[in-house]
C-alpha cells in the first residue's frame, strides 16, 4: 500500500519534539548501568568509596562527569611511593583537570613528608607513604564513554 504525501506528514508529525527528552532519559540510564559496573569493580574495605561513585548529567549543556571520594582516583590511577615505584597508569587530562598530580602525569607521594593523612594508624601511614599504591584500574573512562554511547545507541527510542 503507498501512502500519498498528506500521510507521509501526519506519521512523521512531531517525530523530533520529544528527542530532548527520550535522549536525557536514555544517557541517564545508559550511565545508570554503566556506573553499576564500575562500582562493582571498585575495591571494597568499608564500601564507601563504590557508594560515592555517582554520574553528573547536565542536560543543558549535554555534559556528562563522574565523581566519587577523591581517595578513588588514587586508588585508580596510584600513587607512586617514596622507596618502592607502584603500578601506576596515567592520569587522564579531564581527571588532571580537577585532581592533579604533583609533576607529569602520575600520582606520587612527597618525598619531604614522612607519611600521609588519614584516620589509619600511625604505622600503616608511614608504610602507605613509602611503598606506595597500586592502581586498580576499575574505572577507565574511555570504556566508561564508550559503554555509554553503545547503551545509548541501542536504548534510543526514535
Partial sequence: MALDPAQIARQIEGIGTDLPQDLGRAIEEATSVALQSIRDNAPVDSGSLASSIRAEWDESTLTLGIKMNDYGYFQNYGVAGTKNQTVQFGVPEIVQESLPP????TYSF????????????????VSIHQKGLNAKQFLDIESFVNQVAELVNENLEL
Avoid at 618525598?111 to 601511614?125: A, Q, T
Fill in 110 to 125: 612527597n618525598p619531604e613528608k614522612r607519611m600521609i593523612g588519614g584516620d589509619l594508624p600511625f604505622g600503616v601511614r
Fill in 102 to 105: 604533583r609533576s607529569g602525569d
